[in-house]
């Protein structure tokens, strides 16, 4: 499973970001080898359409499932119809080790 967290910054000890589309990076932990890939989100910065974008950036990434505090409406659509699970995961001041740790654990709810 390739599980995707957005953060604040390129490392896992870094904060998860509450938004999905403008979030500054992506971080992807591959659950079978333990690694996370860092990338900087390119919709970011975007004008317009970030949503969809960030959706279409997980999906050309292999990602399986979303954990995140909220996705807007337009991104949710491209998401579910890519097959990307989103499980909500709202802790403030987590880091992205944390919300792995969460998803490990389970319970987190589906969005």
């Known amino acids: 499973m390739r599980i995707c967290i ?3 910054g390129p490392d896992a ?4 970001d509450e938004r999905f589309g403008r979030a500054p990076y992506y971080l ?3 659950t079978e080898t333990g690694q996370i890939e860092s990338y900087k989100n390119p919709a970011a910065e975007a004008m317009g359409g970030v949503g969809p ?3 279409q950036f997980l999906l ?3 990602v399986n499932v979303l954990v995140t505090a909220r996705v807007g409406g337009n991104a949710l659509g491209a998401l579910k119809a ?6 909500l995961y709202d802790e403030a001041g ?8 969460a998803y490990t ?3 987190l709810r589906e969005q």
Request: net charge neutral; proline share 3%; glycine share 16%.
């Open 13 to 16: 000890g870094d904060f998860v």
């Open 60 to 62: 050309d990434h292999t």
């Open 94 to 101: 987590s880091t992205v080790r944390d919300a792995i740790a």
């Open 28 to 30: 992807i932990h591959d």
């Open 82 to 87: 890519g097959g990307i699970i989103i499980l």
């Open 53 to 55: 974008r960030a959706a």
């Open 6 to 8: 957005p953060a604040k």
């Open 105 to 107: 654990r389970g319970g």
